[in-house]
């Protein structure tokens, strides 16, 4: 207690949680992913590296709650991978969907596509994020060529959807019952991880 | 000459313009399309009806005008709509990334994107957008079930490459040559505009 008030800050206070969690967003969009440290971040924020290990785990950790992200979203991937390879794009598309349409989870991926929208930084941000937390696992889980272009269109279809149907809210898709919606674009996704991407749209 | 001197604006000045062109956005975001009349956004403005239709022709050039739309872009769509039924999401994406891809058209298109992601006025023009000029000329040029939910997806998808490639700019999505992007997003549209939306992703 004594040293607490002698810095001025309680290990655990709100006040050092944000003081490391935008010390960890501006390092991270600066230096990516690789080129930050968490004793960089526990520095520019004045507080002990081991304070960060404590609140957030690893690098890992810091950069997942730096993005404000559902903590189980990037968790989920490795078990939604797995399994029959012809029904990912429905695993994909429904937990995507359930994370979407539940409001707890929603607010944080929102405010982080609105944010990359609007801000280089974050942007920056969702880049790392896509290619390290996304794209990564999606290579190491299937063996289909071009697999970052192939996650790179899944963002865009489900970026766009959340756009759609939480942001603009455009009808009938903002009001579309879930199932509807998976049966629409489960094929879009499972296209696009597994399908030939090089076929002529026409059959001329 | 003495006239303008009167009311402190010329006919045809760009303040004119821009008075016009601010309230007609506050007109449409709160009136909706069919809840805005000419003589209404002119009375806002402080200036003549006659000079409204002057500059912007009807109703409908003036909700364009202050979507800030390239011109060019609903007139498009008929043409796109006709012919070869079966190559039609090859012809529409091929002429979004034509828009999005060219810097003097990808402004206000992105620029109404993002409005719409954080504004709710610019949400409620675009939906207007989208419901009035796109939705219907689909409905009007194709005989498909719920033709609404099909725009809708389309949007989504067009929305979400949009953003991946030009505005959070996610590699490989981001400079991936045009006719990749065409070949591999073609058939999604395709599938939304003509295909079947109910079918399950999977084959069990």
Redesign the interface.
Known sequence: MASASRTGRRPGDSGSREAILGAARAAFAVGGYEGTSVRAVARAADVDAALVHHFYGTKHGLFLAALELPGDFTAALPALLEG?V??L??RL?TFYLGLIDAEATRGPLLAL??A???NEQA?EL??VF??RQVISKIIAALDVP?P??RA??V???????A???H????????M?EAT?V???????V???LTGD????????
Chains 1, 2 share one sequence.
């Open positions: 029959d012809e029904a794009g429905e598309v596509i609105q990359a929208m609007t942007a969702l880049r896509v290619t071009q970052e272009l790179t269109l963002g865009s279809q489900l970026v766009g959807l756009i759609v149907r942001v603009v809210r455009v009808a009938p898709l903002a579309a509807a998976v049966a629409a674009v489960a094929p879009t499972q296209r696009y991407l090089t076929q002529a749209a026409t059959r001329g």
